[in-house]
């Protein structure tokens, strides 16, 4: 099972921005695509934005597009997502996943069924 570190995550008042990282562990990230999810409380895990193995591919959730933007470093073997104009529907736990589907396969069909421990996203006042 692929490993990944997911950090960046806190508390953040609406209109924010927080950058997130996923930072893989004992494995490298160069030919996977890279997806970042999230899981408020009471719902499924959603994809939220997705990138190819070069990076020139993405993919975006509607809630999303335009506030966040994913990209990556192959060299230092991690994922970002930043994400601005925040929202409080955008609170949940968010999560980091590798895969070698296209990245809207990757985040519109979510088939994980184990997750990494995530890092808490709250958008309030």
């Known amino acids: 099972q692929l490993q990944f570190v997911e950090s960046g995550g806190g508390l953040v008042q609406p209109g924010g921005s927080l950058r997130l990282s996923c930072a893989a562990s004992?494995?490298?990230?160069?030919?996977?695509?890279i997806g970042w999810f999230r899981q408020a409380p009471g719902k499924e895990h959603e994809g939220v934005s997705c990138?190819?193995?070069?990076?020139?591919?993405?993919y975006y959730a509607d809630s999303v597009k335009g506030r966040f933007t994913i990209s990556r470093d192959n060299a230092k073997n991690t994922a970002y997502l930043q994400m601005n104009s925040l929202e409080p529907e955008d609170t949940a736990v968010y999560y980091c996943?590798?895969?070698?589907?296209?990245?809207?396969?990757?985040?519109?069909?979510?088939?994980?069924?184990?997750w990494g421990q995530g890092t808490q996203v709250t958008v309030s006042s």
């Open positions: 996943a590798a895969d070698f589907r296209d990245v809207q396969a990757m985040c519109v069909h979510v088939l994980y069924d184990s």
């Open positions: 004992g494995f490298t990230l160069d030919y996977y695509v």
């Open positions: 990138i190819s193995s070069s990076g020139g591919r993405t």
